[in-house]
């Protein structure tokens, strides 16, 4: 009797360690995606607090060009707004989406992208209050980004390119990323080629999609993968 109350206690506890450690992969996941996040957000912070101190300096670099020019100092002029340029090339955002925790995240990911020599159209507006969280919202956008930025990397650079739109339809929050592929067209079921371990970024957009009752859609042809996805931001 003992062995087989030990056998039932052996399985349960088997039965039990498959969700449980299910949790604690998603748990490390999460922790691991919000200091990104984090990360992104105080990197875009940053760049609005330079840009408002630009801003508040604009009256001074306006007097400085002027006693320039009253000394017909052309040189002096050139030098200095050589200057301004770098200093607004360097708090300058790509996207401005109207939500700061959706530009740290798209910010960071165009910046990569245009990094790996992969050109990005993007046209995005988000609102600042939404249904979806602030971290499901930037789960969803980093790791499409990362697909996209994945797959571009197999085509020659100058046939690199992404193309994002994000915006309101009615109630729901649309999104819509298309990258070119080097594959041909696939049916069934979506696969990442990162290898064992690295396809959670897939499950977690599915994942945050079913939970908020939206709808997604992948679809390959054409030599373009294109991601969709409508997310209700009405009342429960």
Same mark, same amino acid.
């Given at each position: 009797?003992?062995?087989?109350?030990?056998?039932?206690?052996?399985?349960?506890?088997?039965?039990?360690?498959?969700?449980?450690?299910?949790?604690?992969?998603?748990?490390?996941?999460?922790?691991?995606?919000r200091e990104l996040v984090e990360i992104h957000y105080a990197e875009v912070e940053n760049m609005y607090r330079?840009?408002?101190?630009?801003?508040?300096?604009?009256?001074?670099?306006?007097?400085?060009?002027?006693?320039?020019?009253?000394?017909?100092?052309?040189?002096?002029?050139?030098?200095? !707004?050589?200057? !301004?340029?770098?200093?607004?090339?360097?708090?300058?955002?790509?996207?401005?989406?109207?939500?700061?925790?959706?530009?740290?995240?798209?910010?960071?990911?165009?910046? !990569?992208?245009?990094?790996?020599?992969?050109?990005?159209?993007?046209?995005?507006?988000?609102?600042?209050?939404?249904?979806?969280?602030?971290?499901?919202?930037?789960?969803?956008?980093?790791?499409?980004?990362?697909?996209?930025?994945?797959?571009?990397?197999?085509?020659?650079?100058?046939?690199?390119?992404?193309?994002?739109?994000?915006?309101?339809?009615?109630?729901?929050?649309?999104?819509?990323?298309?990258?070119?592929?080097?594959?041909?067209?696939?049916?069934?079921?979506?696969?990442?080629?990162?290898?064992?371990?690295?396809g959670f970024g897939l499950l977690r957009i599915d994942a945050i999609v079913e939970r908020m009752g939206g709808y997604l859609s992948r679809n390959s042809e054409d030599g373009a993968f294109t991601t969709e996805i409508?997310?209700?931001?009405?009342?429960?």
């Amino acid at each position: 009797m003992r062995s087989l109350t030990g056998l039932l206690s052996s399985r349960c506890r088997e039965v039990e360690g498959v969700p449980l450690f299910a949790r604690l992969i998603d748990k490390r996941i999460s922790a691991y995606q919000r200091e990104l996040v984090e990360i992104h957000y105080a990197e875009v912070e940053n760049m609005y607090r330079q840009m408002r101190g630009w801003r508040h300096d604009y009256r001074s670099h306006i007097q400085v060009l002027k006693a320039h020019a009253a000394r017909g100092d052309l040189e002096a002029i050139q030098a200095y !707004l050589d200057e !301004l340029e770098k200093g607004l090339s360097a708090v300058e955002t790509v996207v401005k989406t109207g939500n700061a925790m959706a530009d740290a995240i798209l910010n960071s990911k165009i910046s !990569l992208a245009r990094s790996k020599g992969i050109r990005v159209q993007a046209d995005a507006q988000v609102p600042v209050e939404m249904r979806i969280s602030p971290l499901d919202l930037c789960v969803v956008l980093g790791n499409l980004f990362d697909n996209a930025i994945e797959a571009s990397l197999l085509l020659p650079e100058g046939e690199r390119l992404i193309r994002l739109y994000v915006d309101m339809k009615g109630t729901q929050l649309y999104i819509s990323i298309t990258n070119f592929t080097a594959g041909k067209k696939q049916i069934g079921r979506f696969r990442t080629t990162k290898g064992e371990g690295h396809g959670f970024g897939l499950l977690r957009i599915d994942a945050i999609v079913e939970r908020m009752g939206g709808y997604l859609s992948r679809n390959s042809e054409d030599g373009a993968f294109t991601t969709e996805i409508l997310i209700p931001q009405g009342a429960d």
